[in-house]
């Protein structure tokens, strides 16, 4: 078994778009005609986010949605430019190894994204 793909219903397509293919700089991979998508976003052969609009109420709760960067500090603050507000961090799990830390912001939906950067 693979993993290939997570799955996010969100209300507005194109804001969501937005924030995936232009903050987080995640390449389009596919796009299917109609204003619903589905849109694929990612790199081929690693597992891709796949964004599916026109959900009215969109609910997520329990999990997040983790994204390596180069620069945890460079990241935090096109995120913020771009006026996203972080939920918490940056978190260090083990303070005797601090090459490992994290943040994380709400997409437009809600959903958690995780930025962590490791060195």
Known sequence: MKFIHVT??????????GFYHNVLELPIVRRNPGPN????LGKD?????ELIGG?????????SVGFAVESLEKATKKMED?????????ITPNPQ????????????????????ESK
């Open 97 to 116: 190894n601090p090459s490992l830390k994290f943040s994380y912001f709400p997409d437009p939906d809600g959903v958690e994204i995780q930025l962590m």
């Open 82 to 90: 771009a006026g996203y507000k972080k939920l918490r961090g940056p």
């Open 8 to 17: 996010l219903h969100v209300k507005d397509l194109e804001k969501s778009l």
């Open 37 to 40: 998508g589905p849109v694929f």
């Open 45 to 49: 052969g690693e597992p891709l986010v």
């Open 55 to 63: 959900n009215e109420k969109p609910v997520f709760s329990g999990f």
